[in-house]
């Protein structure tokens, strides 16, 4: 079982960055893949960004390109997701999610509870 929780949420003009971390319970987290979704209110959630088990791997979605940053530090079981350039489209809660797995796969079996971001105009 792997305990996800996400934290650094909060409000922030349009233009401004923030940076969520999703802190992961699990003994061997460098075995998992790790991804950040999304979801706005009366929309589906959607893919940000994913990591492969060392961090050598990254995928994004067309929209965060050059505007979005994941990373992650195995020693602190920790996966982050480094936002510049906000825009209020980007609002939503965003969950981290996690695989074990060994390349970016295309679903995920463990999910943390989401933080707000909100980007004001």
């Known amino acids: 079982q792997v305990h996800l929780v996400e934290s650094g949420g909060g409000l922030v003009q349009a233009g401004g960055s923030l940076r969520v971390s999703c802190a992961a319970s699990?003994?061997?987290?460098?075995?998992?893949?790790m991804g950040w979704f999304r979801q706005a209110p009366g929309k589906e959630r959607e893919f940000v960004a994913a990591i492969n088990w060392s961090g050598d791997k990254t995928s994004y979605a067309e929209f965060v390109k050059g505007r979005f940053t994941i990373s992650r530090d195995n020693g602190m079981n920790t996966v982050y997701l480094q936002m510049n350039s906000l825009k209020p489209e980007d609002t939503g809660v965003y969950y981290c999610?996690?695989?074990?797995?060994?390349?970016?796969?295309?679903?995920?079996?463990?999910w943390g509870q989401g933080t707000q971001v909100t980007v004001s105009s």
């Open positions: 999610a996690a695989k074990l797995a060994y390349g970016l796969p295309h679903d995920y079996d463990y």
């Open positions: 699990v003994r061997t987290f460098s075995s998992y893949a």
